[in-house]
């Protein structure tokens, strides 16, 4: 569990995988697109830090959290090495925050299990927007970050 003033997207950049020549997907929910856009950002910043071709990263947009499944699936389609799905779901007065998050978690879930190329599961399910603002970019750094290093690690994992 995170510590209430720990940046979690601080890490040791020389234990990272060479991503080169890796081709990364990223599929972003237009909802919530002031927190989807700055995961977006802290995804492609890490990815471009550590020397990803900016012509070798696809970025596609779905309208919710909800397709991000499907537009991950079709992204697995394409020559990428790892997908990212970026989504942002607040909870609100009814279940709906319930069963978007719970079949998103799941159906990445399932095309990791049915597929060969990963995808790395960077969809903030906070109980307040505060709290997706600390942790897209804010005091509890950028959760798109951590989802590009992810990334990398398991592009190169498929690798072996």
């Known amino acids: 569990m995170a510590t209430e003033n720990k940046n979690l997207s601080v890490y040791d950049k020389a234990s990272i995988p060479n991503a080169k020549n890796f081709r990364f997907g990223i599929v972003v929910s237009e909802w919530n697109d002031s927190i989807t856009e700055n995961l977006?950002?802290?995804?492609?910043?890490?990815?471009?830090?550590?020397?990803v071709a900016e012509k070798n990263i696809i970025r596609w947009n779905v309208p919710g959290s909800y397709e991000l499944i499907f537009g991950c699936k079709k992204m697995q389609q394409q020559p990428v090495d790892a997908v990212i799905a970026i989504g942002s779901v607040i909870q609100g007065e009814t279940k709906h925050f319930d069963f978007v998050c719970e079949g998103v978690a799941q159906g990445i879930k399932d095309l990791n299990v049915q597929h060969n190329t990963p995808v790395i599961f960077c969809v903030l399910t906070d109980n307040t927007l505060q709290q997706s603002i600390d942790r897209s970019g804010g005091?509890?750094?950028?959760?798109?970050?951590?989802?590009?290093?992810?990334?990398?690690?398991?592009?190169?994992?498929?690798?072996?």
Request: aromatic share 6%; net charge positive; no cysteine.
């Open 139 to 160: 005091k509890h750094g950028n959760k798109g970050t951590e989802a590009a290093i992810a990334a990398i690690k398991m592009a190169h994992l498929n690798t072996f």
């Open 40 to 51: 977006y950002k802290g995804a492609l910043e890490t990815l471009l830090q550590h020397h």
